[in-house]
């Protein structure tokens, strides 16, 4: 399920701000109305890393015969491939609200 709203205020959350985190880093997103923090689950940082790196990069390889010779034919094949891995990504990474003194990635 995508990440649409605030956890705490129920504030939506725009594209703006998704697409942000993503091209940062999936950098936190914080609330504009209540300022509340939302990180991204570690089970998504992996999902959307094959999405964006692993995957895309493997069928880049596979489509090109191995890039031997032409490594520019990788390239071209590997970024659209990225791209569209990234526009799967953002819509379906899972973000949680980080309470005081709790650690990203586990409990305190």
């Known amino acids: 399920m995508a990440f649409n709203q605030c956890e705490s205020c129920q504030e939506k ?4 701000q998704r697409w942000a985190s993503a091209f940062f ?6 609330c504009q109305e209540c300022g509340a923090s939302h990180h991204m689950e570690p089970r998504s940082r992996i999902k959307g890393s094959m999405f964006v790196v692993f995957f895309p990069l493997f069928l880049a390889i596979f489509l090109t015969s ?3 010779g032409r490594p520019y034919e990788l390239i071209l094949t590997y970024l659209p491939l990225a791209l569209l891995g990234m526009l799967y990504t953002v819509h379906t990474v899972n973000y949680r609200m980080m309470n005081d003194g709790e650690k990203e990635g586990g409990r305190r």
């Not at 880093?25 to 914080?30: F, L």
């Open 13 to 16: 959350i725009s594209q703006k």
């Open 25 to 30: 880093s999936y950098r936190p997103i914080v």
């Open 66 to 68: 191995g890039g031997e």
